[in-house]
């Protein structure tokens, strides 16, 4: 790492802390905090090009799973999904609560309040079941991984996940045992308040194939190498399904540093893109939630401007989405032309 001194001249603090970054006692000193403080004490001269997964160097790297073809339709797999969900929460969870909120406020002011607190609390809860069952399965597939003695390693875009294998609370789960991962068995670990969090994809979502044996058993050897009986039984599991599983003749994927493949531009780019029709589709909602306070009617003294303001608060948020989209398109543009000039 160097700041700006070439490593040749004499020490000028001579042998002093010119600089201090951080105590050791700070337990909480993460590498994004230091990434940060260190560009703010160097000025221009540091530049942060580590985007990938930072890997130990001891670390064995498992491969890319799922890769190439069958990544790509993991991917329409999962936006079909999202898609499906989406439709779903619009036409049972959202419209007809608001379609009884707007009749009733015809029929009774004080009734169409009531109704109008009972929806609220429907909506409420049934986004909340909705976004809990969708899973992370996209950011496992995007991600990379890898075995550092005891640890498995996970992340994508810098930020990286540390599950101890030798804890005794890793477990494998059938498909179909955690929502919002279709046909996938899964590493998993206990997160918040004791809910089974997917650490890995053992087998494809989409058509649960299973990963490399070379991988399976790759996890089979630290495992079994455990201490707690549970760690040890996850990893029998696992020679189980490594048995099945197919071999695979390519190498585990290993992210050089320095400038990303151009298909990596393309991708960024199509999320952009992705995410800029997401905000338009969700406008939809807006004007949904107001044409609901047009249906109560003049007459109504409550619920119709309270429907309104509601509409009024959802657009000022949509607004503020709808520029973060906006600003991530222009910045994928950008990074795509200037990757295409340079190739």
């Not at 779903?88 to 029929?107: I, S, T």
């Amino acid at each position: 790492m160097n700041l700006g001194v070439s490593p040749t001249e004499e020490n000028p603090v001579d042998g002093r802390a010119a600089v201090e970054l951080f105590q050791l006692n700070e337990v909480d000193y993460d590498e994004a905090r230091f990434a940060r403080e260190l560009v703010v004490l160097a000025g221009d001269r540091f530049h942060n090009l580590c985007r990938q997964l930072t890997r130990p160097t001891r670390a064995i790297p498992l491969r890319r799973f799922p890769d190439g073809p069958d990544h790509a339709r993991l991917m329409r797999w999962l936006d079909r999904q999202k898609a499906l969900r989406f439709a779903g929460w619009y036409l049972f969870v959202l419209v007809p609560p608001l379609l009884l909120v707007g009749l009733a406020a015809r029929y009774n002011e004080f009734l169409g309040i009531v109704v109008l607190v009972a929806a609220a609390v429907v909506i409420v809860a049934g986004t909340a079941k909705i976004w809990v069952t969708s899973g992370d399965c996209r950011g496992l597939a995007d991600g990379e991984a890898a075995i550092d003695g005891a640890d498995l390693v996970n992340g994508i875009a810098g930020v990286h996940h540390r599950t101890n294998l030798y804890s005794g609370s890793v477990n494998v789960l059938r498909s179909g045992l955690l929502k919002g991962f279709g046909r996938a068995w899964l590493l998993a670990s206990p997160g918040h308040k004791g809910h089974q969090v997917a650490d890995l994809l053992l087998s494809d979502p989409r058509t649960g194939q299973l990963r490399s044996e070379e991988d399976l058993r790759a996890l089979v050897a630290v495992l079994g190498a455990s201490s707690q009986e549970s760690d040890r039984a996850a990893g029998r599991q696992l020679e189980e399904l490594a048995a099945q599983a197919p071999r695979s003749a390519m190498l585990p994927s290993i992210t050089e540093s320095g400038d990303p493949p151009f298909s990596v531009y393309m991708y960024v780019l199509w999320l952009a893109v992705k995410g800029v029709g997401r905000a338009i589709v969700l406008l939809g909602v807006v004007f949904t939630v107001a044409m609901a306070g047009g249906m109560a009617g003049e007459g109504s003294a409550l619920v119709g401007p309270a429907l309104f303001i509601i509409a009024a608060c959802l657009f000022g948020v949509w607004v503020c989405y709808a520029l973060y989209r906006t600003i991530g398109l222009l910045d994928a543009l950008l990074g795509f032309a200037v990757r295409a000039l340079r190739a």
